[in-house]
C-alpha cells in the first residue's frame, strides 16, 4: 500500500464538498450570513461554470487571518468540538473556501470597518495567496471563483447540455429563495450574463418574505401557526395552507416550495415531510394530492445540543437527539388545523386563536348544555312546556353569553401580530369535540331566544321575507324586478333597427353624410372649423437628425466594436470627445447630410 500524494488527497475531499454550481454558491452565502451581511449579490456566467461572484456588505475577514483564510481546517466559527454543542453558525467546519481552491481559481476581495481601503488575494490551488493589490470595492468580502471544476473534466461534461445547466440555476434559485424566507431582512439578488434572474429586497417579517417570494395568491392561502411544547423545549413556527383550500393553489408536483427549517437552517428531513404530506393529502378523499408536496413553511427550534448538522458534507440533512418528541410536536399542530376543517376554517375567518376560546369546563357553557339537555328532553312532550322551560332559562344565560362574546371581540381586537392581517393563529393545543359543542349548544340558546314571539312579528318577518325574494311566478310575467322611483315592472331592452334602403338610396345618403360631414367638439357638441393644430395632431412627423446626431450613430458601432465590454457611459462619452476633436472638413460631410442643415 501507498500513501496518495496530498495534492490527490485535497482533490478527492474537496470534489465531496463541493459537486455542483449550487454547492459554491451555498457554502459562500452562508460564509456571508455568518459575517453579518445584511445584502448579498450573487452573479453567475454561464451558468456559474465561468464565474461566479457573491459579494457581500458583511464585517469582512481581518488582516491577520487571511494568511490563512482558505488554509483547509481554519475557521472562526468554533475552536473545538464542543462549541458544537452550542453552534449558532452555518459553518464550522473550514474546509469551504479551500475545497473550492482545489477545483476552480479563486479570486478573494475584502475589507472590515477598521481598514483604509480593500484588498484582492488570488489564490492558488491549495489556498495559499499568491498575489495581493489594492481594489475599490466597499467594506465587505467578495469572493470571485473561475473555470468552476477545470481539473475534473467528466463533472464539467456533466452540464454539457442545456437541459443540466437551467436545471442547476433554478436550483440556486431555490436555495436563494430558502434563505430570503428564513432571513427577512436580508436583501438578494441573483444575475446570470449581466441580467437580474431573481432579486427579493429587506422586509419586516417571514410573511412579508413569503410574499416575496411566492407571490400574493399563494399567500393569501396559507394560515400562519406556532406550537410551543416542553419539555424539551420545541418551538414549532410557520404557515400551512388553509383547510379546505384548493389543492392546486397549496401545493406542487416538487418539494422545492415545502421549506423546512431546524434552527433557521435549510433541511431535508424525510419523517417530517411525510407527517406534512400525509396530512395536508387527508383532506382530499378522493387522493388528488397523494403525490403532491404542500406549499408551506416549517421553522422548528430546538436546542443546538440536541441536533447533530455534522451528517452529511453539504450539511442538508441533520440528525435529531428528540426526534420523536419532534415528530410528536408536529403531528399535533397538524392534527389541530387539519382534524375538523368546518371548525378550523371559522378559526381561520375570525382570526381568533385558540387561548381566546372559553375552556370547556366554563360555567357557561356547563350551563347552557344543562339548558338544553333540560329542554330536549321535554320537546317531544310538551311544546308549550318547551317554550315556557326557555324563556325562563334564558335571561340566566343570555347577559353572560352576551358579556363572554364581548370579551372574545376585545381580546381579538387587543391581539396583534406581525404578520398582518386577519390570518393570525395561534395554536397551542389541540382542539376538543366537547369545545365544539357546547359552543354550538350556546349559539343555538342566543338564537331562540333572539327569536320574534309574537305572531305579528312572524308576519312581519313573512313578509319581509317574501319581498326580497324573487318567485318564478312574477319572473315569467316580468315583474320581478321593479323600478324604485316608480315601482312599475322593469321593460326589456328593445333593439330598435335602422329602416332598410335601397342601393341608390343608401348611396345619396352616403354622399350627403360625406360633404356635410365636420369635426365635432366631443366636450361642447358643438361645431367647429378645422385647424392646423388638428392636422399635426393627426399625423405626426418626426424632426430630422441633427449632424451631431448623425456623427454618434456612426461613432457609437466603431466604439463598441473597439470596446465591447464598455458600459453606456462611457461609450457616450467616448462618442462626446471624438466629436469635439473632429475637425471642420469632416463635420461638413455630417452638414450637408442633416436636412437641418439644407433647410
Same mark, same amino acid.
Request: net charge negative; proline share 6%; with cysteine.
Given at each position: ?309 455534522? $451528517?452529511? =458534507?453539504?450539511? *442538508? @440533512? ?5 426526534? /420523536?418528541? &419532534? #415528530? ?102 389541540? $382542539?376538543? =369535540?366537547?369545545? *365544539? @359543542? ?5 349559539? /343555538?340558546? &342566543? #338564537? ?152
Amino acid at each position: 500500500m501507498k500513501q496518495l500524494p496530498p495534492d490527490t488527497v485535497r482533490l478527492l475531499t474537496s470534489s465531496q464538498v463541493i459537486t455542483s454550481v449550487v454547492n459554491v454558491v451555498k457554502e459562500l452565502m452562508e460564509n456571508s450570513l455568518d459575517a453579518g451581511a445584511s445584502s448579498i449579490d450573487i452573479k453567475l456566467e454561464n451558468y456559474g461554470l465561468d464565474r461566479i461572484e457573491v459579494r457581500d456588505n458583511g464585517h469582512g475577514i481581518k488582516a491577520t487571518d487571511t494568511p490563512v483564510m482558505a488554509m483547509k481546517h481554519f475557521t472562526s466559527k468554533i475552536c473545538n468540538h464542543d462549541d458544537l454543542e452550542r453552534l449558532e453558525t452555518y459553518g464550522f467546519r473550514g474546509e469551504a473556501l479551500g475545497s473550492i481552491c482545489a477545483v476552480a481559481e479563486v479570486a478573494v476581495t475584502t475589507k472590515t470597518e477598521e481598514d483604509d481601503i480593500s484588498t484582492q488575494y488570488v489564490l492558488n490551488v491549495i489556498g495559499e495567496i499568491v498575489s495581493r493589490k489594492p481594489s475599490h470595492l466597499g467594506q465587505g468580502t467578495t469572493v470571485s471563483v473561475l473555470r468552476l471544476f477545470r481539473n475534473l473534466p467528466v463533472r464539467r461534461q456533466y452540464y454539457s447540455t442545456t437541459k443540466k445547466c437551467k436545471e442547476e440555476l433554478k436550483k440556486v434559485q431555490d436555495l436563494l429563495m430558502a434563505y430570503a424566507i428564513i432571513k427577512p431582512d436580508l436583501r438578494l439578488t441573483l444575475l446570470h450574463n449581466k441580467v437580474v434572474v431573481w432579486q427579493k429586497a429587506k422586509v419586516a417579517d417571514h410573511r412579508s418574505a413569503l410574499l416575496a417570494t411566492l407571490g400574493p395568491s399563494v399567500v393569501a392561502n396559507l394560515l400562519p401557526c406556532n406550537h410551543h411544547q416542553e419539555p424539551p423545549e420545541i418551538f414549532l413556527d410557520g404557515f400551512f395552507p388553509k383547510p379546505g383550500a384548493d389543492y392546486l393553489s397549496t401545493s406542487s408536483s416538487g418539494p422545492d416550495k415545502t421549506f423546512v427549517f431546524i434552527n433557521s437552517r435549510p433541511v431535508h428531513h424525510k419523517d417530517i415531510m411525510k407527517l406534512l404530506r400525509q396530512h395536508y393529502a387527508a383532506q382530499y378523499p378522493d387522493g388528488p394530492c397523494r403525490n403532491r408536496y404542500p406549499t408551506l413553511m416549517l421553522k422548528v427550534s430546538v436546542p443546538p445540543s440536541s441536533v447533530d448538522v455534522n $451528517l452529511t =458534507p453539504d450539511k *442538508t @440533512q441533520v440528525l435529531l437527539h428528540n426526534k /420523536e418528541d &419532534v #415528530l410528536t410536536a408536529v403531528e399535533a399542530l397538524l392534527v389541530s388545523l387539519y382534524a375538523s376543517q368546518p371548525r378550523c376554517e371559522t378559526l381561520a375567518e375570525k382570526g381568533i386563536s385558540h387561548e381566546t376560546l372559553p375552556s370547556p369546563a366554563s360555567p357557561l357553557q356547563m350551563d347552557a348544555s344543562q339548558l338544553v339537555n333540560e329542554t330536549s328532553e321535554e320537546r317531544d312532550h310538551t311544546p308549550a312546556f318547551y317554550s315556557d322551560n326557555l324563556s325562563r332559562h334564558a335571561p340566566e344565560h343570555i347577559d353572560a353569553a352576551m358579556s363572554t362574546d364581548a370579551s372574545l371581540k376585545r381580546q381579538i381586537s387587543n391581539g396583534s401580530s406581525s404578520s398582518s392581517v386577519a390570518e393570525d393563529w395561534v395554536i397551542n393545543h389541540i $382542539l376538543e =369535540p366537547e369545545m *365544539t @359543542q357546547s359552543s354550538t349548544q350556546t349559539i /343555538e340558546i &342566543v #338564537l331562540a331566544v333572539k327569536s320574534p314571539e309574537r305572531p305579528e312579528d312572524n308576519a312581519v318577518l313573512a313578509s319581509d321575507t317574501k319581498k326580497d325574494q324573487l318567485l318564478a311566478e312574477d319572473w315569467s310575467r316580468g315583474t320581478a324586478l321593479t323600478s324604485s322611483s316608480s315601482g312599475e315592472p322593469l321593460q326589456p331592452v328593445v333593439l330598435r333597427q335602422p329602416p332598410k334602403h335601397s342601393h341608390s338610396e343608401m348611396d345619396k345618403v352616403h354622399v350627403q353624410s360625406s360633404s356635410s360631414k365636420k369635426l365635432l367638439n366631443a366636450i361642447t357638441e358643438k361645431r367647429v372649423s378645422l385647424t392646423a393644430y388638428d392636422l399635426i395632431s393627426n399625423r405626426t412627423t418626426r424632426a430630422p437628425p441633427s449632424p451631431a446626431a448623425l456623427f454618434e450613430k456612426e461613432a457609437r458601432a466603431e466604439v463598441l466594436w473597439e470596446k465591447p465590454t464598455a458600459s453606456l457611459q462611457d461609450i457616450s462619452v467616448a462618442v462626446h470627445e471624438r466629436w469635439k476633436n473632429l475637425g471642420e472638413e469632416d463635420r461638413k460631410n455630417f452638414q450637408t447630410n442633416s436636412p437641418n442643415e439644407q433647410v
